[in-house]
Structure formats: structure tokens, C-alpha cells
């Protein structure tokens, strides 16, 4: 018996919350195999799952094409993404076979229209989980409609969805049940995790964090002599290291004061859960940014800083501007992935 979890493999967010919510699921029912179908980086998987969560490394979309963390190709993405959908009836075939070797039981899609189609192929549950969909992400370019449409399709089907904080799209679905944020949380001390990574505990700790795909042109001389600030440039902090002595991403968000990035459901999360503020940048026409913009002031305290300023290293007017502002008086609860588990559980019975 297992459960099948598809991944869209864009970006670090998508993997990282349903990792959390099969932890939990792990947690609740010792034993349960869960299987993790997704091009996602198998690192990320091996690290942050639990015993029993294996990865089966598979393309289960095509997400958007990213030049960069700051940078998409809109046409590339659509052109690829028509590609993909239509092979969609042989991708299920193929899906089929794979759920009934592995006697599936139910499905979990983080949002691959794939899954929720192979699902209800298997006569399994099919759920969708995320903050946004792809079909209405796919609509807002131009050409997108057509591959919009046949996704929307798909979605519309799904047994039950699992919505998270801060979604857009979702029109095409039904059955929506409303998540707490899912956030992975550290129970770290934030002095033990500086003097175990090296970091000075007196100063103000700012982390540059822009995922996978990384930043180009920072003028990184700039950035170190910033004032009154210490700054975590990619490769400063060893990962390799750090996740071999036990501690996890979330613990290093906990343990600075400020993380620099591009804004994705994800490094929001962490944020929240871990009580840093976040200085935030542009990220291109992505559908989901200003919805990620207009809901982070609500419950988090953060800051714009345009290409201009994040890339020449004039940090520290929007440093110093963050830090002094005021915790915002809403704290939402953080336990999605209990939740989720909770009613995953229950539809499996």
C-alpha cells in the first residue's frame, strides 16, 4: 500500500511544504510507504523526509521556464507545457501502470494535473494540494489558454483540494477545503545553530537566499561591506555540512534576522514560522507575485528592494527601514501539514 505524492519540480516551495505534510502523514501511521514522483532535486528529498518517504524520479510537469531566480521565459514555458499536455493520455497510461505496481491508494498532486488524471485513472482518491494552479498561471500569457484550458479540465475532477494561504486560480476546481499555512518550523536555538555554523552571535545576521536557480551580478564587494550587518552570501554557510550535523534550511532561517530573496510560497512560510523578516525582490511576470506581495504585510514584516538596489549591494536603507518596523498583529497558525495529514488520513480511513 502507498500513497503517491506528484511534485511540480519548479523551483524548492512545491517539495518542500508536501515533504512536510508526508512527514506528517509518517508520523501519524508508521509503516504507510509514500512515494514522491517528481523532478525535484533528490537531495532536497534525502535530507528534509523521513524514513519511508522514497523519490521516484520522474518529469510529472513543466512548471515555467526560469532563466534565473528573477528572470522567466512566458513563451518557452507555454511551448513546453503544450508539449507535455498533449502526450497527457499516454503520461497516464504510463502513470497507471506505475500506481497499480505500487498499489496506490491515493494520489497527493503539489499541482501536477498529471497526478490528480493518474489517480482517477486508478480508481484511488485524487487530491490536489498547493497555493496556486497551474492553469491559471498558464491563462495569463499569451498563447495560454489552450493548455490552460486542458489542465483546468483535469483539475476540475480531483476528489478533494487542499488549498493553502496566499493562493490564486482555483476556479476550475471544486471540493476546496482551506489550509493553514504549511511551514517547516525550526525547534532549534538560534545561538546554537550561529556558533555551530559559525555565524557571530552579536551581529545582525542578513541571509541571501534565491534557491535553486541562484542570482547573477550581485556586486558582492558592495554587500560585504554593508553596515552594521553580517551577510550569508550563496556558499558561505556549507549545506553539506550543515545538514550532516543534524540541522535543517529552517534552522538557519531561524537563526538570522533578515533573508533576502525573491518571493515563493515557501521562503514566505519559512519566514512566518520562524519569525524573520524578509526583503524581498522583484521576480518578473509571475502570476503569483502580487498575490504573495498584497498578503505578506498582514502577517509578516517585510520589504520591497528593486533590482537596482538588490544588485549594486545599496542594502542597507532597506535593512535598516525593515527592522524597524513593528511585528504585524496577526500571526496565523502554521500547521498545514497536521492538518492536512489529519484529513488525508481520514479520507484513507
Not at 493553514?180 to 559559525?198: I, M, Q
Request: hydrophobic share 45%.
Amino acid at each position: 500500500m502507498s500513497v503517491v505524492f506528484y511534485i511540480s519540480g519548479h523551483g524548492f516551495g512545491h517539495a518542500s511544504r508536501s515533504i512536510e505534510v508526508a512527514n506528517a502523514i509518517v508520523e501519524r501511521r508508521p509503516g504507510i510507504r509514500i512515494i514522491i514522483r517528481s523532478s525535484v532535486a533528490p537531495w532536497l528529498v534525502a535530507r528534509t523526509a523521513k524514513p519511508g518517504i522514497e523519490l521516484s524520479a520522474a518529469q510529472v510537469d513543466t512548471g515555467v521556464i526560469q532563466l534565473d531566480s528573477l528572470t522567466l521565459d512566458a513563451a518557452g514555458s507555454i511551448a513546453l507545457a503544450e508539449i507535455f499536455m498533449s502526450a497527457i493520455d499516454e503520461r497516464v497510461e504510463t502513470e497507471l501502470a506505475f500506481l497499480q505496481e505500487h498499489e496506490a491508494v491515493m494520489t497527493v498532486s503539489d499541482l501536477p494535473a498529471l497526478g490528480i488524471a493518474s489517480g482517477l485513472a486508478a480508481g484511488v482518491p485524487a487530491i490536489a494540494l498547493g497555493n496556486f494552479t497551474w492553469d491559471w498561471i498558464y491563462e495569463h500569457y499569451p498563447g495560454g489558454e489552450s493548455v490552460a484550458r486542458r489542465i483546468g479540465e483535469i483539475y476540475s475532477r480531483a476528489t478533494r483540494t487542499l488549498r493553502l494561504p496566499m493562493w490564486g486560480g482555483f476556479a476550475t476546481m471544486e471540493r476546496i477545503t482551506d489550509l493553514p499555512f504549511v511551514a517547516r518550523r525550526s525547534k532549534r536555538d538560534p545561538g546554537e545553530v550561529r556558533d555551530a555554523l559559525g555565524i557571530p552571535r552579536e551581529m545582525t545576521v542578513v541571509l541571501a537566499s534565491f534557491g535553486g536557480y541562484g542570482v547573477s551580478a550581485l556586486d558582492v564587494e558592495a554587500i560585504r561591506a554593508v553596515r552594521g550587518y553580517h551577510v550569508l552570501l550563496p556558499g558561505m554557510v556549507d549545506e553539506d555540512r550543515m545538514y550532516d550535523r543534524g540541522y535543517r534550511y529552517e534552522d538557519l532561517v531561524r537563526a538570522v534576522d533578515v533573508v533576502v530573496t525573491k518571493p515563493g510560497y515557501g521562503i514566505i512560510s519559512e519566514c512566518l514560522g520562524n519569525d524573520t523578516a524578509l526583503l524581498y525582490t522583484s521576480r518578473g511576470d509571475f502570476r503569483e507575485y502580487p498575490v504573495l506581495v498584497a498578503a505578506m504585510p498582514q502577517f509578516l514584516r517585510c520589504a520591497f528592494i528593486d533590482h537596482a538596489d538588490l544588485f549594486s549591494g545599496n542594502w542597507q536603507p532597506h535593512l535598516d527601514a525593515l527592522l524597524a518596523q513593528p511585528q504585524p498583529p496577526a500571526s496565523p497558525p502554521t500547521n498545514g501539514a497536521d492538518v492536512a495529514a489529519d484529513i488525508l488520513l481520514d479520507i484513507l480511513g
